[in-house]
Structure formats: structure tokens, C-alpha cells
């Protein structure tokens, strides 16, 4: 019981300040982190930085609230600190986070910002190298992050003219929950980075735009604490990693369905996570010089996963078909399958009973050259019609994509070939990064104004007046092709940086 807990004072929490005994506080709760300082995937010089001392300014934005939790044995948690007692940390601005604060100052206002590129623009000069390092890396070359948005240039309209499109309406279902669009705010981990607020940017506009909000497992804000900051009556998903404990796994699940969570998305393309370099190369920046020596760093700890590892081993590596009927032992909610990327797994999810999949490489963060989600729309519509005779939209298996959406017309080409909604992750993030709750609101607003004049444009009414004979999809499997450059995307690519030699020590 909490009020059996012992409670103890700053200043013993403040003698542990070494390598030998690390004590720290995190949300007024005192952690033993000694033995765990060597295995840190970010190193242990940013734990032995906060020895002592109050470390949850630091650990909020780049951990889920439960992660000391689980990944420390149970022992390690001494006990409440009183907060009566506990020294400011000072936190020095250095010249750099100036020169970034600044640059928020010069921010533009919002009515400036035209399109979802704005954005993405803007917050890659106001975020933290942090941050933008985790948010925008993907696997690798960063080949398969490009080719998500390049596919849709393979896709042409074909559009209807002399009709009478006075009034025009692009709101649908999902899951049989109505939506103003067909989107919804896909889940995307560790908000904090980013905002202070997190993901609670996105719960407070989707409430606002009446669209879905995707929760991720790996939020920076709880669980609990999105679901609370949503409005009476607002629909919401949940993104499951699968943990290697079936039994989480369930109490999250079931916990998830009796707040009223109405569609649970397990994610199937991460068994591992793939190499994402620039946010590796961020875990090696604050590295301390003096504890490299013969060019091998003193904590025996794998960065590869840059920010992401700290938060994913728990995943479950063995996660496969035959564990589908658990699931669906353990809940009513509709069951999707995220991450699927050939119709041969997406006609086992159907012939399993689930309600539908994304289509989805996981914004180019897991496998490298695997194909887009709208490539593979186009292939599990053609293939489920001829093996099952399904036609799409279909009401009782949904077809999703994302990845590499920024405009209205990516999301009317996935609705012409067959999909019900389209996920946005990153341009969110980088709305509220940048802006904000008030940054989700604007995006949100772009994509109302985008839909209304291309459904104008297009000839299209209803979404489902938007068929597949309004699009050309003929060059969607070439992938080398010439089509006009995307000025916009690609002046905000940035080239991940080579290793670089160590600013040298002067021995005076």
C-alpha cells in the first residue's frame, strides 16, 4: 500500500551519486540504478548525470511512464522521496538549445502554413536533434521511408466532369464509427520528445475534427491518461506491441476494451526493429571521450536501436498465426492485424475472421525495400477478389494504408483502389513539435480544405462515388520510373550524416 511505502529524504538520495551507488528520482519515486547504468541504451553517462538527483525532466520525454517499472527488478524501488527535501536541478541552456529557442521565437504563424510539407519544415528547425533524429530516421538507406511517398506519384487521376458537385461530403465509417474523413491519427511512439504535452496534442484536436486517434503502446503519456483527455462519446484505437509476458498482454487488452476502446491494432512487422541509423547516431553524440579507449566504449550496452531499444525488448519475437485464436479469446473488440505487406498474409487474416489490416511497412522504419502500403493495396484487392471474390470497401474486412501520405490526393488514390481510411503518423507529430494542439488543428484543417476541392476537382460527391476507374494505378509495381520531382518532400529529406571524427582535447 502506498501509504506503507518508506519515504525518504533528498538528502540520502543525494549520497548516491556514483557509478559505485546510483540512486535517482523519477515522478517522486526513488530507483537503485546501479547495475542497470552498463546496460542503459543510452549510455550511462546521462543516468550518472541526474546521480542523486530528480531525473524526470529528462526521463519524460523519451520513455513510456512505465518503462523504469519494467525494466528494473521490483527491489530496485526503494520508495517515495519527500519532495520537501529534494534540490532544483539545474539545467543549463547551452548555447545550442539557445539558438533553437530562438528559432521557435521566429516561427511563422499558423495562417502561413499551407500544407503538411509547412510543417515538417518547421519543426526541423525548432525541435531538439533528439527528437528529430527519432522521429524522422527510417531503416537504413532510407530508401523504403522515400518510396512510401514516391509510390503515389505512380498513380494518376482520371477525373469526372459536368457534375454537380455543389455539395461534397468525404465523411465514412471505420470500423462502423463514423469519422469526418477518411483518416485517423496513426499511433506513433514517445510524444514527449517533441511537446510536452505529447500525445495529448492529438487526443485534444481529433476530439475537436471528429477523426480517430490510434493510441500507441509506447506513448510518453499513460494509457489511462489519453483515454481521460478524450471527450464524451470519442473513438479511439489502440496500437498493441505484443509483449513476451502473454500475461500484460491481456491486461492491457482487456483493460483497453472496458475504458471503451473500439478497435485493437497489433502490430506484426516488428519482431525486431530495424536499423535506424540517424537515431543510433544521436546515442553516440553524448558519448564522453574519456570513456572510449581503443576505440571501444567502456559500457558494455548494444546502441543499435538508438532511442527505440529502451522501450522495445520487451516485444515478443515469437509472435505467429497461431496465437490469433488467443486473442480473440481474451476480447470482443475488432481485431486488425498492422503491419501486413503481401496478399498472402492478408488473405490468412481474412480466412482467420479478423475485421481487416494495415497495409504498411512501418514508415519505412522496419525492413528496408519492402513495398509501399499503396503498392500492396493494389495487389490484396486484385488477389482477396479472386481467391475469396471480396470487392473493396468492404464493411466486414477493411482494407488501411499509411505511410508517405501528405496530401489529400495520396488519401482519394487509396480510396479509389479499395481502402476504407488512410493512417497519418509523422506530419502530427511534427504539427504539435512544431506548434503544438493548435499545430494538429491546423493540419487537420488543411486536409478539410484539401478534401473539399479535390472531391470538387475529381468529380466525386461521396467517397463512394470515388472508384477505382478514377485513378490509373497502371505504373504503380515500376519502381524505377520518371515522374516529376516532389520539391516540397524532398527539400525537407535530410541526408543522415557520416561518422565524424571527435573534436580533439587540448592536453594544456
Not at 511505502?5 to 538528502?11: A, C, F, H, T, Y
Not at 496513426?186 to 517533441?194: M, P, V
Not at 571521450?289 to 581503443?294: F, G, I, L, Q, S
Request: hydrophobic share 40%.
Amino acid at each position: 500500500m502506498a501509504g506503507m511505502e518508506r519515504v525518504i529524504s533528498g538528502k540520502e538520495v543525494a549520497e548516491h551519486n556514483s557509478r559505485e551507488s546510483c540512486w535517482i528520482i523519477v515522478h517522486g519515486k526513488v530507483y537503485d540504478v546501479t547495475e542497470f547504468l552498463p546496460e542503459h541504451p543510452g549510455g550511462s553517462k546521462i543516468i550518472l548525470k541526474y546521480a542523486g538527483k530528480d531525473a524526470t525532466a529528462e526521463y519524460d520525454p523519451i520513455h513510456p511512464p512505465n518503462a523504469i517499472r519494467d525494466n528494473l527488478p521490483p527491489e530496485k524501488y526503494l520508495g517515495l522521496v519527500d519532495p520537501n527535501t529534494v534540490a532544483k536541478v539545474e539545467v543549463k541552456i547551452t548555447e545550442e538549445e539557445k539558438a533553437r529557442q530562438q528559432r521557435m521565437a521566429q516561427r511563422p504563424p499558423l495562417s502561413e502554413i499551407l500544407n503538411l510539407h509547412d510543417f515538417e519544415a518547421i519543426a526541423r528547425l525548432c525541435m531538439t536533434e533528439k527528437a528529430w533524429a527519432y522521429y524522422s530516421s527510417a531503416a537504413d538507406d532510407e530508401i523504403t521511408n522515400r518510396e512510401n511517398h514516391a509510390a503515389y506519384h505512380r498513380i494518376w487521376f482520371r477525373p469526372r466532369v459536368l457534375r454537380n458537385v455543389t455539395h461534397v461530403d468525404w465523411s465514412t465509417k471505420i470500423l462502423g464509427h463514423r469519422t469526418k474523413m477518411p483518416i485517423y491519427i496513426t499511433a506513433t511512439a514517445l510524444g514527449k520528445l517533441g511537446h510536452p504535452d505529447g500525445e495529448l496534442n492529438l487526443t485534444w484536436a481529433a476530439a475537436k475534427h471528429d477523426v480517430i486517434q490510434m493510441i500507441p503502446t509506447l506513448a510518453s503519456c499513460s494509457f489511462d491518461e489519453i483515454v481521460d483527455a478524450a471527450v464524451p462519446g470519442q473513438v479511439q484505437f489502440l496500437q498493441l506491441y505484443v509483449n513476451s509476458d502473454r500475461a500484460i498482454t491481456k491486461k492491457l487488452v482487456q483493460h483497453a476494451e472496458k475504458r471503451g476502446i473500439k478497435g485493437l491494432f497489433i502490430t506484426v512487422d516488428a519482431p525486431q526493429l530495424g536499423r535506424r541509423e540517424k537515431d543510433m547516431r544521436m546515442k553516440f553524440t553524448d558519448e564522453d571521450p574519456a570513456e572510449v579507449t581503443d576505440n571501444k566504449v567502456a559500457d558494455k550496452v548494444d546502441r543499435s536501436q538508438g532511442a527505440a531499444r529502451a522501450i522495445s525488448s520487451f516485444i515478443d519475437t515469437g509472435l505467429c498465426w497461431e496465437d490469433i485464436p488467443w486473442f480473440q479469446s481474451i476480447t470482443k473488440m475488432p481485431l486488425i492485424l498492422k503491419g501486413v505487406q503481401c496478399w498472402e498474409d492478408a488473405l490468412m487474416a481474412y480466412d482467420s475472421g479478423l475485421a481487416g489490416v494495415v497495409l504498411s511497412n512501418h514508415g519505412g522504419r522496419q525492413l528496408e525495400f519492402s513495398r509501399s502500403g499503396i503498392e500492396t493495396l493494389v495487389e490484396v484487392v486484385a488477389k482477396l477478389k479472386e481467391k475469396r471474390g471480396l470487392t473493396f470497401p468492404n464493411e466486414k474486412f477493411e482494407l488501411y494504408v499509411d505511410g508517405g501520405v501528405r496530401r489529400v490526393t495520396d488519401v482519394l488514390k487509396a480510396i479509389a483502389l479499395g481502402a476504407t481510411a488512410v493512417g497519418i503518423g509523422r506530419p502530427f507529430l511534427y504539427a504539435f513539435s512544431a506548434y503544438g494542439q493548435a499545430g494538429v488543428e491546423r493540419a487537420l484543417e488543411i486536409l478539410h480544405d484539401e478534401f473539399e476541392m479535390n472531391m470538387r476537382l475529381l468529380g466525386a460527391r461521396t467517397l463512394k462515388e470515388v472508384v477505382p476507374e478514377m485513378v490509373d494505378a497502371n505504373c504503380i509495381h515500376q519502381h524505377i520510373v520518371s515522374v516529376p520531382s516532389d520539391r516540397l518532400y524532398d527539400s525537407n529529406y535530410e541526408t543522415m550524416p557520416l561518422a565524424r571524427l571527435r573534436e580533439a582535447k587540448s592536453k594544456i
